[in-house]
């Protein structure tokens, strides 16, 4: 079955850049999402990149997709106090229906 | 911009009692979905709905769970009888369609903390 794994901590410092890495075992994925959760709130969509895609940049963010070791990272560039939240990665699995597996999140702490 | 609501936003009930979570998924949306979190764990998928149907469910989503779309606007998740291990976050979401590039992509409520005590 599908899983996706994540490192469960990131400290950075403001200004850097953070990148936060993920991996899933499923290689018929077909999309491949990011998600921020801040405190209290819900999941609010980050970005996403298709399987045939290597690489996606939106803005502050690039989306690096590596198939043959099925890894997938997200970088924020100057990272901001505000960037501190929990990110989660997901995929959708082609054959597996419309719903989205996350993995275990990780916590990025952006300190001053 | 659009977006998924939520009611209520935390709901606290009696082991045994019967919860119904509310959500209004983005207007021109067609699929829907309900997803949960219990605390410190992964977001689960429970299930996702389509013209008045149920498309998937996971093994969460037995006998004690249903899902109704009971007018234009809403859409809702009943737990029946409630245990303690039902508490957790429940998420909804909805997308414009099931597969087709961009428009599959799931946008999800701020969710409704539930807990059974």
């Known amino acids: 079955g599908e899983d996706v794994e994540q490192s469960l901590f990131l400290s950075v410092r403001e200004g850097d850049s953070s990148v936060i890495n993920c991996t899933y075992t499923d290689s018929s994925s077909t999309y491949l999402y990011w998600y921020k959760q801040e405190p209290g709130a819900g999941l609010q969509l980050l970005t996403y990149?298709?399987?045939?895609?290597d690489m996606k940049q939106d803005q502050r963010l690039t989306v690096l997709l590596n198939k043959k070791d099925k890894h997938l990272s997200l970088r924020i560039a100057d990272t901001q106090t505000g960037d501190s939240a929990i990110y989660f990665c997901?995929?959708?699995?082609?054959?597996?229906?419309?719903?989205?597996?996350f993995g275990t999140g990780t916590q990025l702490k952006v300190e001053l | 911009e659009p977006e998924v609501t939520q009611t209520p936003s935390h709901q606290v009930t009696q082991m045994g009692q019967e919860v119904i979570l509310r959500c209004v998924p983005i207007?021109?949306?067609?699929?829907f979905y309900w997803y949960r979190q219990i605390l410190g764990q992964k977001v689960e998928f429970l299930v996702s709905?389509?013209?008045?149907?149920?498309?998937?469910k996971s093994e969460i989503f037995d006998d004690q769970f249903s899902v109704e779309r009971p007018d234009g606007s809403n859409f809702t998740l009943k737990i029946r009888s409630t245990k303690l291990e039902d508490s957790a976050m429940y998420f909804c979401a909805s997308s414009a369609t099931y597969s087709g590039g961009a428009q599959e992509t799931q946008y999800f409520g701020p969710g409704t903390r539930l807990l059974v005590l």
């Open positions: 709905f389509y013209n008045n149907e149920i498309s998937e």
């Open positions: 207007s021109n949306h067609l699929y």
């Open positions: 997901a995929e959708k699995v082609a054959g597996g229906g419309n719903k989205l597996t």
């Open positions: 990149i298709f399987s045939n895609m």
